[in-house]
């Protein structure tokens, strides 16, 4: 996995930035400000991030340093970030509940999130205008679902993805569909002719547990399955003898 771009200290503060922005919001919203130690702690922060698009892509690519999150008394939640492309700009999405079991996400367009100017009035006037209302639909169809899960068709089969640990410690994984590929692309992984997969690459193992995670999670929301599987062993491998009586083993999934 490529290592994340890092971003120079331009002056923006996403805390007094998100501290302004909830004031000028409609409701009464709390915040909660995370500065990143580690650029792990910035996929911790985001793992519930509701978007495929401009912000899962700043994700997959940036180190952003820090993030706010703006939870209102119904529980809505926004996420607030720098735009690492735009220095006059921040980044602003909604945050998916995470208590909705994942079924409920299938058939439910992703609330994106959008780039805002960093005038705080004005960045809530689009967030007003665009983004709250894009979001309490998405909500209202996910609350929707999860009160009336629909009955599966008999012999209807889920649409997965199947991802399989290769001998280098990357991770290969086939689709064939054209939302799946998205998702792949904005969590890292790497389209790669010769092995026709989308490859997630195993330098930093920490990044790339938070990169499956976070692809799961968001394919979940589609009604896409994921499928993690051990590469093929060679036959002499697959041969050793059975362990002695007494020997315990434990199955494990990553």
Known sequence: MPAPRTLP????????????????????WTIQYHQHARHEEQFTHAENVWDLNEVAAALAEYALGAD??????????????????????????????????????AGVREPDGIAVPADAERAARAVTADLLPRYEI??????????????????????????????????????????????????GFVWESTAQAYVLGGDDTRAQAHAVQATGARLARLGIATVLRAAARPAAEATLPAPPPGTRTTARTR
């Open 9 to 28: 200290d331009d002056g923006r503060d996403v805390e007094s930035f998100a501290t302004i922005l909830s004031e000028e919001l409609p409701g009464h």
């Open 68 to 105: 706010a999150h703006l939870v209102r008394d119904d529980g809505m939640g926004l996420y607030v970030t720098v735009h690492p492309r735009h220095e006059e700009e921040f980044l602003v999405a909604a945050i998916a509940p995470a208590s909705v079991a994942p079924e409920a996400y």
């Open 138 to 187: 998405a909500l209202a169809q996910v609350r929707h679902n999860a009160m009336n899960p629909p009955q599966p068709e008999p012999g209807a089969q889920q649409e997965q993805v199947v991802m399989t640990w290769l001998e280098d410690g990357s991770l290969a994984a086939v689709t064939t569909t054209r939302p799946s590929a998205e998702v792949l692309l904005a969590e």
